[in-house]
Structure formats: structure tokens, C-alpha cells
């Protein structure tokens, strides 16, 4: 398993912003595309934005379009996670993942998490 670093979480209040930021230090495998997932208290884990290496595609779950904003790094293999007017049921754990099937529905390298908590 190749492990994949995130860094960016923490604690923000309801409206302002963070960045995730994800890379793959050592990777020697070829992905096609990296996504962001989170699972929230209590919920399954869920596609939160994703990205195509070559062409830069993006792709957003419908709870996040408008104020998330997913972009890469191809020279580094690195994906940042731009995260903006929050939300307190943005509250979650979140995961990056790389090589990923084009839908997003299965991804073979995993993140270990980094919290997010959106709060007063």
C-alpha cells in the first residue's frame, strides 16, 4: 500500500474557508484520476469532488458544487481541496484516494483522514 499524506484540516466557523491538500510521496503506480471523499457522524462515506490527472476534469457531489473547488498538481501528484463557505454539516472526516475508476466508485489508495469541523 502506498500511503497517501493529507494535510489542511482543522477548525473553522460556519462561512469561512479551508484547504485540503493531498499528495503521494513515493507512488509508482499510474492513476487516471484522485477524488475527495468524507463520511460524516453517523453517515457511509461519500463522494465529495473529484479530478482527472491528464485533462483536469472535475466532478462534484451536488452538496458541494458552487463552493468547493478541487484542483491538481500533475507535476507533483499532489490535489488541494478548496473549501469555502462552510457549513456545519460540512463536518466530517475526509479522505483523499487515489487511482480512481472514472465514476469514482472505487479508488485503490487511501488517505488515512484529516477532520474537518465546522463550528462556533
Known amino acids: 500500500q502506498v500511503p497517501l499524506v493529507e494535510s489542511g484540516g482543522g477548525l473553522v466557523q460556519p462561512g469561512g474557508s479551508l484547504t485540503l491538500s493531498c499528495g503521494a510521496p513515493?507512488?509508482?503506480?499510474?492513476?487516471?484520476?484522485m477524488g475527495w471523499f468524507r463520511q460524516r457522524p453517523g453517515k457511509e462515506r461519500e463522494f465529495v469532488a473529484g479530478?482527472?490527472?491528464?485533462?483536469?476534469?472535475?466532478y462534484y457531489a451536488d452538496s458541494v458544487k458552487g463552493r468547493f473547488t478541487i484542483s491538481r498538481d500533475k507535476d507533483t501528484h499532489t490535489a488541494s481541496l478548496q473549501m469555502s463557505s462552510l457549513k456545519p454539516e460540512d463536518t466530517a472526516a475526509y479522505y483523499c484516494?487515489?487511482?480512481?475508476?472514472?465514476?469514482?466508485?472505487?479508488?485503490?489508495?487511501w488517505g488515512q483522514g484529516t477532520q474537518v469541523t465546522v463550528s462556533t
Open positions: 479530478i482527472t490527472w491528464t485533462l483536469g476534469s472535475t
Open positions: 513515493g507512488r509508482s503506480y499510474v492513476s487516471y484520476s
Open positions: 484516494a487515489d487511482r480512481c475508476a472514472p465514476a469514482f466508485d472505487q479508488c485503490d489508495y
